[in-house]
């Protein structure tokens, strides 16, 4: 199981085979003209014998299975402790907001009950696109994103690390980092298609300016200018300006682009994704 921290301190038409530039073809196998021979990927119909073998942890990403239908209802489970702890503080309060509320006026659920471990479970729409929002007195408020849309059960693989601003401070001056009020921090975690956390991943954000850093874990510490993930899987970017942010994470030893995660970043907040070879 994976510890995300902010850091890592102690989640229909046919169609043919065309050659060169081509409009999207398909999104999963199913479309092609002849599925037997043919399969999909990045969008094209082609040949399974032109197609490289993909690293193994990685398959998912050859041919994507067809989305499901987007109802029912779906359970999430997640768990998060105070850095150092086993866990939350007392006064931890969780919510469950819609990706398009982006001030969680209207949450999907509140006051979301957790155990003595900081374990917590919620039942979530099939097509569900949102982020939990976490927050206590003593720590740095924190966002939670979904992968979404929901389309199965999510059980619990990662806990959330909640982070005095303090230890942010200290962290980020370690890191060389002066911290900007007025901006937040994005924390990314990579993993693949067994939803483990990944070594080798590389992440890149629009928005970003001469103010934003990248880090990558190393060693359980921010490492600016490390490159790539480590077996933690975690990395990101501090100071992101307030407002909608895109994601790509990229396996880069396969130069393979493993997922693209759109969301939103807030002024003195923690934003967490996963980015994960599963939507």
Known sequence: MVTIAVFGLPAAGACTLVLGDAPEQCQTRADCATPETLVCQDGLCLREADIAPLPIGWECLADPEPLPKLDGMFVYQGRTVLIGATAPPADTSIRLCHSIDVRCDNPVEEHIAFDDLGVFEVEISGGFEGYFEITSDITMPLMLWVRGPVTADQPLTAIT????????????????????????????????????????????????????????????????????????????FVNVRPGVATALAKLIDADLLIAERRFFVRAHWITTVPAGARP
């Not at 911290?179 to 990944?198: F, I, K, M, W, Y």
């Not at 080798?200 to 629009?206: R, T």
């Not at 921010?222 to 933690?232: C, F, H, L, V, Y």
């Open 161 to 236: 690390q909640l982070v005095p601003p303090t230890i942010v401070d200290i962290l980020n001056t370690e890191a060389g980092v002066e911290t900007d009020p007025e901006r937040g921090v994005v924390v990314l975690l990579a993993s693949n298609c067994a939803d483990e956390a990944a070594a080798g991943v590389q992440f890149s954000l629009e928005p970003t300016d001469a103010q934003t850093v990248e880090f990558y874990t190393e060693d359980a510490l921010p490492r600016p200018g490390a490159g790539t993930t480590d077996i933690s899987g975690l990395g990101g």
